[in-house]
């Protein structure tokens, strides 16, 4: 007899339809054979399947079976087709003998005893089977809040094969996943690390500001020990919170990377990444035999942090240059070709030498410049600002805490960026995204402004990319100050982030 599953391939983050056939045939020598490009995992899961199938007390068939997973031509992987195999078999032999599950997905590893482990991207999954107009999903119960997130589709989780089986036969109910009212929760994130916790440091907790309401990227300067870490990993904290898009997105990447913790429906926190400096190419920008995401598209609407950033192989941060322009990485396979989503703030700190102290004499400044000199021209171009964080005076370091505090930056962030979606209509979200020639219309210099831009790029040596983040960032500090036009004191400010600029 033949028999038909639903289940899903998983490429990227992206879910496509599977269509699981089993033939159990009459004659023949005994015999399985799986088709469809599957890979070990997939090939080995008919021995799962069969002990699982055997110890539920079910009938297997002791003949010849084919197993195709189709499209044909695009390769499976992982144990999520356990489930819709088993699923495939007991139907092919008449032990479930409904037609229920021609409207389900399936999706599950089985354990040998026939309990369901979780699996990787069940949120893509749902969002399919939405998209397919199914009645439901029948997933492992690890994985049904994740699943229930993504809404528009009955979420079954389930134990056990015993309890798929019988839920199929009308021999018992599962109660679908309640759906989460994500926009609450999300609302209610709380910073995990306070800005108030930072002593001094005013100057550079302003310019975070800019980054963050404008989405631009930047590079903290200065000797070790002077905070800069600390304030990297305060910054998602005064982001504004996840929209339930966004949270979607970001988890569907976790889900595919196999991040997420058992049980958690969405992750809540923006994200905060921070690689080593010996981490690879592959690694931060992703890939393998099957592409993964890197250490970018984790980081989707978050925060990624370089700390040290010349102690980074110069060629491994060169491949950084195409999602901070894009905000996708494309990965090229044989097979396939991949898009993650990586858009991402990009926080960035280094010593002004190897020794973690701005030089002081000759010798320490060929010292700073060589060291500097490591991290390329076009890379530092990309950086919007670039900011000296000193030392921290004995006084402010020993007196009581009284400096901005993330809640007060993150109301000025998000007073901005509601100025940005206004005037923006909603279509740009950040001003680190404005064409030129949308810069020409909303960020317009006057004469004055225009000279002194003309000097800057004279003085300076600005590229045309550098003339355009320029204003991008005049342009959120105007909106900071809630004044619609830029004026010259907001360009002021801007061009004096350019600090990097100035030592080449």
């Known amino acids: 007899m033949l028999s038909q599953v639903h289940s899903y391939v998983l490429q990227g983050i992206e879910a496509i339809g599977c269509e699981i056939e089993v033939d159990v045939a009459d004659r023949g020598l005994a015999k399985t054979t799986i088709v469809g490009l599957p890979d070990a995992s997939v090939k080995e899961s008919i021995e799962r399947v069969h002990s699982a199938i055997s110890n539920c007390g079910y009938p297997f068939p002791m003949?010849?079976?084919?197993?195709?997973?189709?499209?044909?031509?695009?390769?499976?992987?992982?144990?999520?087709?356990?489930?819709?195999?088993?699923?495939?078999?007991?139907?092919?032999?008449?032990?479930?003998?409904?037609?229920?599950?021609?409207?389900l997905m399936f999706a599950g590893e089985l354990a040998l005893d026939g309990r369901l482990r979780p699996i990787k991207g069940a949120i893509s999954l749902a969002v399919l089977a939405t998209k397919m107009g199914m009645d439901g999903i029948v997933l492992p119960l690890a994985n049904a809040p994740e699943a229930a997130a993504a809404a528009g589709i009955e979420v079954y989780p389930a134990d056990s094969l015993a309890t798929v089986v019988a839920f199929l036969n009308e021999l018992h109910e599962i109660e679908p996943q309640p759906m989460i009212d994500a926009e609450r929760v999300l609302a209610q994130v709380a910073p995990e690390v306070d800005f108030a916790d930072v002593r001094g440091q005013e100057a550079a907790k302003r310019a975070l500001i800019i980054a963050a309401a404008g989405g631009h990227n930047i590079l903290m300067l200065g000797p070790a020990g002077t905070?800069?870490?600390?304030?990297?990993?305060?910054m998602a904290g005064i982001l504004p919170p996840l929209?339930?898009?966004?949270?979607?997105?970001?988890?569907?990447i976790y889900s595919a990377a196999g991040l997420m913790n058992g049980g958690e429906a969405l992750l809540h926190h923006r994200p905060y990444r921070s690689p080593h400096h010996t981490a690879s190419a592959p690694a931060l920008i992703g890939g393998g035999t099957i592409p993964r995401p890197g250490e970018v598209s984790l980081a989707h609407n978050g925060v990624l942090f370089l700390d040290e950033l010349p102690e980074f192989?110069?060629?491994?941060?060169?491949?950084?240059?195409?999602?901070?322009?894009?905000?996708?990485?494309?990965?090229?396979?044989?097979?396939?070709?991949?898009r993650f989503p990586a858009r991402f703030m990009l926080v960035a700190a280094m010593n002004p030498t190897p020794g973690g102290d701005f030089a002081t004499d000759e010798a320490s400044l060929r010292e700073m410049d060589r060291y500097l000199?490591?991290?390329?021209?076009?890379?530092?171009d990309r950086i919007d600002l670039h900011v000296?964080?000193?030392?921290?005076?004995?006084?402010?370091?020993?007196?009581?805490?009284?400096?901005?505090?993330?809640?007060?930056?993150?109301?000025?962030?998000?007073?901005?960026?509601?100025?940005?979606a206004e005037r923006n209509g909603g279509t740009i979200e950040t001003?680190?995204?404005?064409?030129?020639?949308?810069?020409?219309?909303?960020?317009?210099?006057?004469?004055?402004?225009?000279?002194?831009?003309r000097q800057a790029m004279h003085e300076l040596g600005l590229s045309a990319r550098a003339y355009d983040k320029v204003r991008r960032i005049a342009r959120t500090i105007a909106d900071i100050e809630g004044s619609e036009h830029v004026k010259i004191h907001h360009l002021s400010e801007a061009i004096q982030y350019r600090l990097l600029d100035r030592n080449r």
């Open 63 to 103: 003949s010849r079976l084919l197993v195709s997973l189709a499209p044909a031509d695009v390769r499976k992987e992982g144990p999520v087709y356990d489930l819709p195999i088993a699923a495939g078999l007991l139907l092919a032999n008449q032990t479930i003998q409904t037609q229920k599950h021609k409207r």
């Open 227 to 234: 905070g800069k870490t600390m304030m990297a990993r305060a």
């Open 243 to 252: 929209s339930r898009e966004e949270a979607l997105d970001t988890t569907s």
């Open 313 to 338: 192989n110069r060629t491994v941060l060169e491949t950084l240059r195409q999602p901070l322009e894009d905000g996708v990485v494309t990965i090229a396979r044989a097979h396939a070709s991949i």
């Open 373 to 380: 000199s490591r991290i390329s021209g076009p890379l530092v």
């Open 388 to 420: 000296e964080v000193p030392r921290v005076p004995y006084k402010q370091l020993a007196g009581e805490p009284n400096g901005t505090n993330s809640e007060q930056m993150r109301q000025a962030v998000m007073e901005a960026r509601r100025i940005q």
């Open 431 to 453: 001003n680190a995204t404005l064409s030129g020639r949308m810069l020409d219309r909303l960020a317009e210099l006057d004469d004055q402004g225009r000279e002194l831009m």
